[in-house]
């Protein structure tokens, strides 16, 4: 036979190199196939093909304890053993040796801790009996020895078993190291490690079986026949034993019927159990309901709890107080009374928040109470606005009408005296808190409140401008001047200028220093006191009346009413438009008619002096500039009208003054220098002075408008008699610029007008020193006219073949017009000196006529030296001489 694989010492140093590092010792190891299956059944070849394994029973041990396992090894693809599975032997449970294999070769091995018992262990096939006798003994040895206890055996003969191990006991050679060296000794394996009879049978049970064997007188080797013998023996003895019952009758009869009675009694019992169960599942429901019940009253007494704390809440902001509705609904608006007025609006304005959806639980505002409630703040809101707007509509007028009533309050006689309004804005203010609260609570009502203050103080202010107005023209002392400055009747010597009016301007300018910074203050204490959201009228340090030391108001601080506005943050951008609008509507309710005594201040100046409106208009300028703020937008206004007010009455004067100067061109001879050149040089002076800041443009204005129709009226005059239009002109046009001379070196516009007349002075003269040159000397520059005229035409040197232009006929001129030529020019000066009026201007023009005579005389020279060479005539020297000597 055969060697077996489990004596093969190569096999089992390769699995002890596989699971090196293991600890482990290998007591067995044995080539193997494994295939699938399930219990009781072989596999079939053509499912599943058999692979080659090699399995391996090792053991560990730990102190006293021994593990055993079982470990399935299988090849590498280099034909190298590596571990596949391991097993415990100690979840061992079952033997199962395949019963349809043929050979007997094939085993199954059950453990109880595989995750699914549903899919069958592993088929293991050996090649022979012995191969797996031999390992199915090893694995009973091991689990008796070390676990203590042996699995289930399915599909093999125990007597079977424990002959074959008789029959294959080994002698295994066991070397012991001596002192004197090692020494074989033989040993059966019986000695090495207990049999596998004695592990399966005791010793009594052998002996036994020994002699049991004696009794059938049967060998050892007939171990089946033995076996169906007993099982023979066995069947016979279970028939005798249940023919042995059936024969005692009674006593079964006696069993039944305690099994009955029995029966009874279990019945009954069970009759109570389930009476018993039934009362415990109704006291079990019973107690449920109660626990629901008592649930139920817990949560509703904390939700009762939770309900009356808010509802004491809700009833907390729902009650009025007493003390706050007797004050809303008929409290005294006196002085002393202010701070409970002002208490109960801050509640009732918190009370009506504290309803709005925002602060309040909107599942509250559908209550009926809570619209009640609403409704009770409403009708107190509409009661506590409607008395207080009565009141304060009362209280404005009785303050002014106090006012008024007292005449020692207005300007009087001999006695100009500054309105005062301290008292009249403490007054006020003590209300302020009061209207900011009116506001928050119903907007709606200011409109009315605001025109009645307007109406009343609108009362006041009229009337202190009215009496100071009055007493501050009465009190000025100024002559009247008359407003006839460029008459042409006046007479020369008459002086239209000779009184001083200059407490006019300052009269205007105190006016407006009194009542503009008054009108100002009020304009930003009416702003603030009746809650308009707008800019400061003055920002802090600013000068409301345009001069820093004009205003002695000693109340500058009133419109500030140290308090904070309640709506300060719903102040918005987007609002100040409109509220701006709105302020500048009241304040000309609060303003109008004022207007009125400022234009009676400036008419009234007007008809003493005209030419103050120039002062007035720049003191008026001075204070628009003043004017920054966009809330005194009546103010601004007023000033702007104040300023066309006196620009229209200057330009009264100015037309005036030019119809004046339109007359002179219908009177019948004018002669010399006209009355209105040296006037208006007067009247220039007189307008420089006056002027301040910004009304250069205004007397710019004037000038442009005097000169242009001085101009234009002196050339219309001319044109009446053109014999003498030239030495009028010139006469005229150097009176104008010899008396505005010092006055064009400071004023650009009187400088173009005055380069202007120079031009035209230049012109007439031109034109009136040829006329006197031509008149003497006509048939010398004729001659040299016509020549200059053929030059053109024709050569030089054809000219002396011209009819009247020959030698002879330059002979005869040069005779009839140069013999005597010192009478001729004595009689040119006569002429000149007898047509000017003015001897200033002689010297200037006789210069101007020799130098002119002797331009055109050496021109003429030149011509008679090109044409008529031959020819001698006086030289340009000689002439000069004569002239110089003159």
Not at 446 to 452: D, Q, Y
Not at 492 to 506: A, I, R
């Given at each position: ?409 207005f300007s009087q006689r001999g006695q100009l005296k500054r309105p005062d309004h301290a008292d009249l804005r403490y007054k006020c203010r003590t209300y302020a808190r009061l209207l900011q609260h009116l506001k928050s609570l119903d907007k709606s009502c200011l409109g009315a409140l605001r025109k009645a203050y307007c109406s009343s103080l609108n009362l006041l202010l009229r009337r202190e401008a009215r009496e100071f107005a009055n007493e501050l023209r009465a009190s000025t002392k100024a002559s009247r001047n008359p407003s006839v400055w460029l008459e042409g009747s006046t007479g020369p010597g008459q002086n239209v200028n000779n009184s001083d009016t200059s407490t006019v ?266 006329m006197i040159i031509y008149y003497q000397f006509e048939r010398l520059f004729q001659f040299a006219r016509k020549i200059e005229d053929l030059m053109y035409t024709i050569s030089p040197e054809e000219i002396p073949f011209q009819l009247g232009l020959s030698k002879m006929d330059l002979r005869k001129m040069l005779k009839s017009s140069l013999s005597g030529v010192d009478k001729s020019i004595g009689a040119m000066y006569k002429k000149l000196q007898k047509n000017l009026t003015s001897d200033e201007l002689l010297p200037s023009l006789w210069d101007k006529c020799k130098k002119e005579f002797l331009d055109k005389y050496e021109s003429f020279a030149q011509l008679v030296a ?21």
């Amino acid at each position: 036979m055969a060697k077996s694989s489990a004596d093969d010492e190569e096999l089992r140093r390769a699995c002890e190199a596989a699971i090196e590092g293991t600890k482990e010792k290998i007591v067995m190891s044995i080539r193997v196939a494994k295939s699938r299956g399930i219990w009781g059944k072989t596999a079939k070849l053509g499912r599943h093909m058999a692979k080659p394994r090699v399995l391996a029973l090792s053991t560990k041990s730990k102190g006293q304890r021994t593990k055993a396992f079982l470990r399935v090894l299988k090849y590498s693809n280099g034909g190298v053993l590596e571990p596949a599975k391991l097993y415990k032997l100690k979840h061992l449970s079952k033997v199962e040796v395949i019963t349809n294999d043929p050979s007997g070769c094939s085993f199954m091995l059950g453990f109880d801790n595989l995750r699914s018992q549903s899919v069958a262990p592993p088929q293991w096939t050996m090649r022979n009996i012995d191969d797996r006798n031999r390992l199915l003994l090893c694995i009973l040895n091991i689990c008796k020895d070390v676990l203590g206890r042996l699995p289930k055996v399915v599909g093999m003969d125990v007597v079977e078993m424990a002959l074959w191990a008789k029959e294959n006991t080994p002698t295994v050679t066991t070397q012991r190291n001596l002192e004197d060296g090692p020494v074989v000794t033989a040993v059966t394996e019986s000695d090495l490690k207990v049999t596998v009879e004695k592990e399966l049978v005791s010793q009594a049970e052998e002996e036994d079986m020994e002699a049991l064997l004696g009794t059938y007188v049967m060998g050892i080797g007939e171990a089946e026949a033995f076996s169906e013998r007993l099982k023979r023996e066995l069947l016979a003895l279970e028939a005798a034993n249940v023919h042995a019952i059936l024969e005692s009758e009674p006593l079964v009869d006696e069993v039944l019927q305690g099994l009955e009675a029995a029966t009874y009694c279990v019945e009954d019992m069970d009759e109570w159990l389930g009476i018993f169960n039934v009362k415990l599942r109704h006291m079990r429901e019973d107690i449920e309901s109660i626990e629901t019940r008592n649930n139920k009253l817990g949560m509703q007494s904390v939700n009762n709890k939770s309900l009356i704390e808010e509802l004491d809440k809700l009833l907390e902001r729902l009650r009025v107080p007493s003390e706050y509705a007797a004050c809303l609904t008929g409290g005294s608006f006196d002085e002393g009374h202010m701070l409970q007025n002002v208490e109960a609006c801050e509640w009732l304005a918190s009370a009506l928040r504290g309803l709005e959806v925002p602060n309040l639980d909107p599942s509250y505002a559908n209550m009926r109470a809570v619209k009640e409630k609403r409704a009770e703040l409403e009708k107190l809101k509409s009661t506590f606005v409607r008395r207080a707007s009565e009141f304060l509509r009362n209280y404005f007028a009785s303050l002014v009408d106090f006012m008024i009533s007292d005449k020692s309050y207005f300007s009087q006689r001999g006695q100009l005296k500054r309105p005062d309004h301290a008292d009249l804005r403490y007054k006020c203010r003590t209300y302020a808190r009061l209207l900011q609260h009116l506001k928050s609570l119903d907007k709606s009502c200011l409109g009315a409140l605001r025109k009645a203050y307007c109406s009343s103080l609108n009362l006041l202010l009229r009337r202190e401008a009215r009496e100071f107005a009055n007493e501050l023209r009465a009190s000025t002392k100024a002559s009247r001047n008359p407003s006839v400055w460029l008459e042409g009747s006046t007479g020369p010597g008459q002086n239209v200028n000779n009184s001083d009016t200059s407490t006019v301007s300052e009269a205007y300018a105190k006016m407006l220093t009194i009542f503009i910074p008054l009108l100002v203050d009020e304009s930003s204490f009416f702003a603030h006191f009746m809650c308009f959201q707008v800019p400061a009228l003055v920002p802090p340090g600013g000068v409301s009346n345009g001069n820093k030391a004009g205003s002695n108001d000693n109340d500058e601080d009133d419109d500030d009413l140290g308090i904070m506005d309640i709506d300060e943050n719903d102040s918005k951008a987007g609002n100040n438009s409109a509220e701006l609008g709105a302020l500048n509507e009241s304040l000309q309710d609060l303003l109008d008619g004022i207007q009125e005594d400022f234009y009676a201040v400036v008419d009234w100046a007007y008809k003493i002096d005209p030419l103050r409106c120039i002062s007035m208009h720049g003191i008026t300028e001075r204070y628009i500039s003043g004017q920054k703020a966009d809330a005194a937008g009546f103010v601004r206004l007023l000033l702007d009208d104040l300023e066309s007010r006196i620009s229209m009455q200057f330009g009264r004067f100015v037309d005036e003054a030019c119809h004046q100067i339109e007359r002179n061109e219908r009177n019948v001879k004018q002669t010399g220098v006209l009355s209105y050149i040296p006037r208006f040089a007067t009247l220039a002076t007189r307008m420089e002075q006056y002027i301040q800041g910004q009304s250069r443009d205004l007397v710019d204005q004037a000038y442009t408008k005097f000169v242009s129709i001085m101009f234009v009226t002196l050339e219309k005059i001319a044109q009446t008699d053109p014999k003498y239009a030239d030495i009028f002109l010139l006469e005229n046009y150097a009176a104008f610029q010899n008396s505005l001379y010092d006055l064009a070196n400071v004023v650009p516009t009187l400088a173009k007008f005055y380069h202007q007349a120079s031009e035209a002075y230049e012109q007439a003269c031109t034109r009136f020193i040829s006329m006197i040159i031509y008149y003497q000397f006509e048939r010398l520059f004729q001659f040299a006219r016509k020549i200059e005229d053929l030059m053109y035409t024709i050569s030089p040197e054809e000219i002396p073949f011209q009819l009247g232009l020959s030698k002879m006929d330059l002979r005869k001129m040069l005779k009839s017009s140069l013999s005597g030529v010192d009478k001729s020019i004595g009689a040119m000066y006569k002429k000149l000196q007898k047509n000017l009026t003015s001897d200033e201007l002689l010297p200037s023009l006789w210069d101007k006529c020799k130098k002119e005579f002797l331009d055109k005389y050496e021109s003429f020279a030149q011509l008679v030296a090109k044409i008529y060479p031959n020819e001698t005539i006086p030289s340009v020297a000689e002439m000069r001489d004569l002239l110089a000597s003159m």
